[in-house]
């Protein structure tokens, strides 16, 4: 019985791990070479845009409800704003992300090769938090209003109505079962979705505009009222400017259409250095998305805005996240608008899997490389299982409320895209385009204000935001901490001097000497070695390989190591490494050379003087500290077999 317990606990295990890195675990390996064929790997750029666009253009289901809460009567002329800061500003900023950063890391990866050392992976992270604040939420706040439309169908209203918050998070597991059982071919099904959805909305969009034809008084009374709530059309276009923060909602979908990126077929003769063909097919995506969708933001707001009664749009109302499905019931029909009910649901469930995707792309690209989460992260199956959880958590705080979570995805948004604005900005700055960098830097500002504007408006998005930041830096850390014994050494390089050292001492018992670089005069290395014999008894005989660690940037996590030898003094043979951590470095090179020779090597090292807790943060910080006992740790976490340990030796 324990045998079969065990057998299904090892297949279980093999299940939830499958497809997991091995990088940083055990043997050190040479990083694989990209592949040459790259370039006609993936789907057509049109195919792609579908998979982007169950989260962009889903957001019809629910963007016309909250524009007519947030502008009212301009929700037109607020929606008008929006499309031209849509085309004029997200959309350029976008297409120079693609040519930046074409292997779907988005803005974070541009800017965080700007910043070095623990500063750049604190912003990182910072920038991660938003992103988890815009991907969870898309799940939570779609999923929210797919139940909105199953509950508010007048065939299933009576038996539905008080069960929103269980449906909302039976769709959200039933999205991630789906990416447990294996999520490998999306496109297909968002190509279906994406059609039957924008068709349907075409017809919707016909009908409302035959009503306000056949209605005529509907736009005069419309108007009417406008000029006598605001007076003039400057004073409607300076509160639209006001209000456009609130519709934030309607510029999402970029950061998923940069995500997506590597879906996208690019040329025959691209190569992952240099994707060009796939680079302008996601400039063909953005730009044909953002197109679509800004010709459906402007008809559904204008048709929503006058034919639909304003008391229907607040909480309570058949309007409230779901403007457009009231018109498809009001206007075609039960059946028709159980069509679209359906439709709707659909899509806003599967934009859920595009923005869970987003978050499976996005978060094993940087926290496990940066040692700030478990070895596991990397894969697919438990990763799914946190984010399912983390989004239940947040269905059941908003209440599954589309409205009360609003705020919180336009934080995300707007933080996402104004920090690509700004990597834009700066790198086109960088490439001396004075015309771009003034261009994208007035985009940076605009994005920067409707930012602040609506953090100050909704200060809960912010909140929700700072929760998944504090959380993400909090986990991260205490990972770190958790892997601080880990070898994390990609691969390892020797220079044919340095080959030629170990290939020479191996031929008897091979020693190192571990020294901290000063002068490096005769002197140093002479003095060094008379206190490493007499401190360890060795006899005069024996020869000895001095090893020194360079530290490069310590907040580094993983990294490959290539070792140069020298001859210093016409007598002192020296190994020169350059690595984030020194303890890590070394240990990586005893099993290294254990393994390129098969003797089991030793290594010499002097006590660190100081407090040893003082010592261990240094190490932990700066990759330097308590070196000799944090090298036989790291040592006995990676070669469990003591007969195989290198040995370490203090004195």
């Known amino acids: 019985m324990a045998a079969t317990n065990d057998a299904r606990t090892a297949r279980l295990r093999a299940w939830m791990l499958e497809g997991l890195s091995d990088m940083g675990k055990g043997k050190p390996s040479r990083p694989k070479e990209p592949a040459a064929d ?7 750029w049109w195919r792609v845009m579908c998979l982007t666009g169950v989260d962009y253009f889903s957001t019809l289901g629910y963007q016309p409800g909250i524009a007519a809460l947030a502008a009212g009567l301009l929700s037109p002329v607020a929606t008008i704003v929006l499309v031209i800061v849509t085309l004029a500003g997200a959309l350029p900023v976008y297409r120079r992300v693609a040519e930046e950063s074409p292997h779907g890391e988005g803005s974070i990866a541009m800017l965080a090769r700007l910043l070095s050392f623990w500063k750049g992976k604190l912003f990182v992270l910072t920038l991660l938090g938003f992103a988890a604040t815009d991907f969870l939420i898309t799940i939570t706040l779609s999923a929210a209003d797919a139940s909105t439309h199953l509950v508010e169908n007048p065939h299933l209203e009576s038996a539905l109505h008080d069960k929103q918050v269980l449906i909302t998070m039976i769709l959200i597991a039933l999205l991630g079962a789906v990416f447990l059982k294996g999520f490998l071919e999306a496109i297909g099904v968002a190509v279906v979705l994406v059609g039957i959805y924008l068709g349907l909305n075409v017809v919707v969009v016909i009908s409302g505009f035959g009503h306000v034809i056949t209605e005529g008084h509907v736009v005069t009374d419309w108007t009417a009222a406008l000029t006598a709530e605001h007076g003039n059309v400057f004073a409607m276009v300076g509160v639209a400017l006001l209000v456009f923060p609130k519709l934030a909602l309607g510029l999402s979908g970029f950061e998923t259409g940069v995500a997506v990126m590597p879906h996208v077929q690019g040329d025959l003769d691209d190569t992952e250095a240099k994707p060009t063909g796939r680079i302008r097919g996601t400039k063909k995506l953005l730009t044909t998305a953002a197109l679509i969708m800004s010709a459906f933001l402007i008809t559904t707001s204008f048709i929503t805005t006058v034919l639909i009664p304003e008391k229907e749009f607040e909480s309570g109302g058949q309007a409230n996240g779901r403007a457009l499905a009231y ?19 659909a899509i806003l469930w599967f934009a859920g899997a595009s923005a869970m995707a987003g978050l499976l792309n996005l978060m094993p690209r940087y926290l496990p490389k940066y040692g700030m989460a478990p070895h596991w992260a990397r894969a697919v199956r438990p990763m799914v299982i946190v984010f399912t959880l983390v989004a239940f958590l947040v269905t059941w705080i908003f209440d599954a409320d589309v409205d009360a979570q609003g705020g919180a995805y336009a934080t995300g948004v707007l933080v996402l895209i104004s920090s690509a604005a ?4 700066i790198a086109a700055r960088k490439a001396g385009q004075k015309g771009w960098a ?34 993400i830096i909090l986990i991260s850390l205490l990972s770190r901490l958790g892997r601080a014994f880990e070898l994390r050494v990609t691969h390892i390089e020797l220079d044919d001097m340095a080959e030629r050292f170990i290939q020479d001492i ?22 060094k070695k008379d206190q490493i014999r007499a401190d360890n008894d060795i006899p005069g005989t024996e020869d000895f390989v001095f090893v020194e660690v360079t530290i490069t940037d310590p907040s580094e996590f993983e990294a490959g190591l290539t070792v140069k030898g020298e001859v210093l003094h016409d007598r002192f043979r020296v190994l020169t490494v350059e690595s984030s951590s020194v303890p890590n470095a070394l240990a990586a090179l005893l099993l290294h050379s254990r393994d390129l020779t098969g003797t089991r090597p030793h290594i010499y090292f002097e006590w660190t003087e100081g407090n040893p807790f003082a010592n261990f943060l240094r190490f932990f910080l700066f990759g330097q500290g308590e070196i000799a006992p944090v090298t036989r740790e790291i040592l006995r976490e990676a070669e469990s077999d003591r007969d195989r340990r290198p040995r370490v030796h203090v004195g």
């Open 38 to 44: 790259a370039g006609h790997k993936g789907q057509p």
């Open 327 to 345: 018109l498809a019931h009001e206007y075609l029909g039960n059946t028709f608008g159980t069509i679209y009910d359906i439709s709707t649901i």
């Open 422 to 425: 700004i990597a834009v900005t």
């Open 438 to 471: 003034i261009g994208f830097g007035v985009i940076s500002a605009v994005f920067l204000y409707t930012t602040v504007v609506n953090v100050i408006e909704r200060p809960d998005g912010v909140k929700i935001g700072a929760c998944f930041i504090a959380g």
């Open 506 to 527: 191996s031929r008897r018992t091979p020693r190192f000497i571990a020294n901290e670089p000063g002068d490096r005069d005769a002197d140093e290395y002479r003095a």
